[in-house]
């Protein structure tokens, strides 16, 4: 199987819970995404990460994150980094950016803000690394332009079906259950009733499959997996 990568962030947060929330949320974006816990963790997991973007808190159990900032600048590393705090003076602000951030969120923060400004940095820093395209074999999803091509084929694709294919592709081999298809896709509660992910995978079926082999395969009682199935496997 040969999945495209897109941009990888490594989000620094000691609060696991929310360091786990805002991955996700960039992964459902459709970023790679890692978790540290700490500065120390977060200088390791640069060289072997390598991301595009460092999303990093400032208070951390060992190291403060404007000594991670100021650390990865005095060696040369000038990936894009965005701060988080509690901290909302303009005088915290301004010694972050100056110590080597790019920009600043305070706490508490809407996820939709961060994404806003996380995709902005990386836009601002240009690098050719940086594809916003993500996609497994010949099926290609723009997560920019909202476009998808199969075999170079355009495929039209409502919003929800897009929203869908996006959140699978940028799973790829990892299986996922109806209810974490709902929670991620539809984003509301439907009273147990998941026969909407079914319909909709069967949309996305329809237009996807007559244009080459099967990417969305059934994990009979638990939900979907997007892979390319090997010849000889059922």
Known sequence: ??????????????ERYLADLVATALRYEGFDTAVA????????????????????????PDLLGTQVCERLRERG??????FLTARDAAEDKVAGLRLGGD??????????????????????????RIDHTIGIADLEIDTDAYEVRRGGVPVALTPTEFT?????????GRVLTKRQILDHV??????????????????????????????????PRIGYVVRVQQRGTG
């Open 37 to 60: 816990g700490t500065g120390r963790t977060a200088l390791e997991m640069v060289d072997s990460y390598d991301p595009h973007l460092v999303v990093l808190d400032v208070v951390l």
């Open 77 to 82: 590393d000038n990936l894009p980094v965005l």
């Open 186 to 219: 539809w984003e509301y509660d439907f009273g147990g009733n998941d026969g909407v992910v079914q319909t909709y995978v069967s949309y996305l079926r329809r237009k996807l499959d007559p244009l080459g082999p099967p990417l969305i395969h059934t994990v």
């Open 103 to 128: 920009d600043y969120v305070t706490k508490p923060f809407s996820l939709e803000e961060l994404i806003a400004r996380v995709q902005a940095l990386l836009r601002r820093a240009g690098s050719a």
């Open 1 to 14: 199987m040969s999945v495209r990568p897109a941009a990888r962030i490594l989000v620094v947060d000691d």
């Open 164 to 172: 869908l294919l996006r959140y699978l592709v940028a799973n790829a």
